[in-house]
Structure formats: C-alpha cells, structure tokens
C-alpha cells in the first residue's frame, strides 16, 4: 500500500484558500486518493475521493496531477469550523482498502 | 438518527477488567470495522466484518474479540485490559468492501 506523506501542521485565517498537499511516490496504478477530515472527539468524515485531473464536490477540490505522486486538496474560503485534521488515504477501492492506512494528518487551525 | 452509533463514549475501568463497546449503524451497510486512535493520533484498522464475517484481522491480541451477531451490529470485547489499550476507539461503516467510510464518535477507553 502506498505511503503519503503530508505536512503535520497548517495556519490559515477565515476566509482564505487552503491547500493541503499529500506526497504518495509509490501510488499503483489502481489506487484511489481520499481525503477524510477529522474534528476532536469525532470520527473522521469523508471529504473528496479521485484517481486523476480534478474532482470537486460541495465542500473542496481534489488536484491530481498526471504522475499521481501527490494530490492537493483545496478548500475555498475556509472557515474557523474548518479548523480540524485532514488526512490523505491511498488505496483501491477493493479488498486493499479494507487496510487503508490513516498517517498523522495535516493539523488546520484556522484563525478570525 | 446517528448513522454509526457506538457506546459508551466513555469507559474508564481497572486493568484486568472485562469490557464492552457496542456499535450498530443504520446505514445498511454490508461492511463494518473497529478502528483504535493511539494517543499520538494515528489510526489504525483493527477488525473487519462483511455480512457478519470476520474479514481482516490485524495485529490485535486476541484478548480482543468482535462479535457482529447481525449485519447491523459489530460489537469489541477486551478481556483482561491492559494500561495500553488506552486510547480511542472507533466503529465505522461502508456499503462494500473498499467504499467509503462512515465512522461513530469514538469511545475513549482510559484504563488505570
């Protein structure tokens, strides 16, 4: 399974873009890239998903660039109810995923 | 109605003690697992259940032992606790193997 490697932490104030880059060199062909967002004493939540270019839902983008060894995950004008931990997942959306590694995250604090 | 619930959301016991953490999720989801949150924030899978079937079985004593006496529930009983099983641990759900996940709200188990 693919390793990422993500920044532990990110600053950012209201109303700004952020962007949280995610390092996976070892990514398989199959592999998918999720993103999940984690407020304290909550379960993690499921943000985006993709596996190349662009996705974007309600809530963010996912860029992917063609070599797929990193992902960046965009929220536009972020608020202080951003402010949690985003993680970076890669794995198939198979009997792999079952195994899907959670790293450490990228701590977001957002400030007024 | 919460999707994944899971009790009790907090559990402080003695070692050597026997406990209980129930899930159910009313998603109608096939798949659920346990996932243990360490105090350094990482994530690790534990167990997985599809169709009541044990699936994955990671590195886990075998002082912990899943029950899922239907598809709607997956229950973790830890026999003879210990000081590290400390942590937070969390139920979660997906419609198949290797979808999206949806996770409770944890229940933290302190063990003194």
């Known amino acids: 399974l693919a390793k990422t490697t993500q920044p532990i932490s990110m600053d950012s104030y209201e109303g700004q873009e952020v962007n949280i880059t995610c390092s996976h060199n070892n990514i398989a062909t199959n592999d998918y890239i999720t993103w999940y967002q984690q407020f304290p004493s909550q379960g993690p939540r499921f943000i985006i998903q993709?596996?190349?270019t662009k996705v974007t839902n309600e809530v963010a983008s996912l860029f992917i660039p063609a070599d797929r060894k990193s992902s960046t995950l965009s929220l536009p004008r972020v608020s202080l109810s951003d402010t949690a931990v985003y993680y970076c997942l890669v794995g198939q959306l198979s009997y792999n995923t079952d195994k899907l590694i959670f790293g450490t995250g990228t701590r977001l604090q957002v400030f007024p | 109605d919460t999707a994944v619930s899971q009790t009790p959301k907090y559990l402080v016991t003695q070692m050597g003690n026997d406990k209980s953490i129930k899930c159910e999720q009313n998603?109608?989801?096939?798949?659920m697992y346990w996932y243990k949150q360490d105090s350094k924030k990482f994530l690790k899978i534990m167990f997985s259940?599809?169709?009541?079937?044990?699936?994955i079985n990671e590195t886990v004593p075998n002082r912990f032992s899943p029950k899922s006496p239907d598809k709607a529930h997956l229950n973790l009983h830890i026999n003879s606790l210990e000081l590290g099983d400390s942590a937070v641990y969390f139920c979660a759900s997906s419609q198949d193997r290797g979808e999206k996940l949806f996770f409770g709200s944890g229940t933290q188990l302190s063990v003194l």
């Open positions: 998603l109608g989801h096939d798949t």
């Open positions: 993709g596996y190349k």
């Open positions: 259940y599809n169709n009541k079937e044990l699936i």
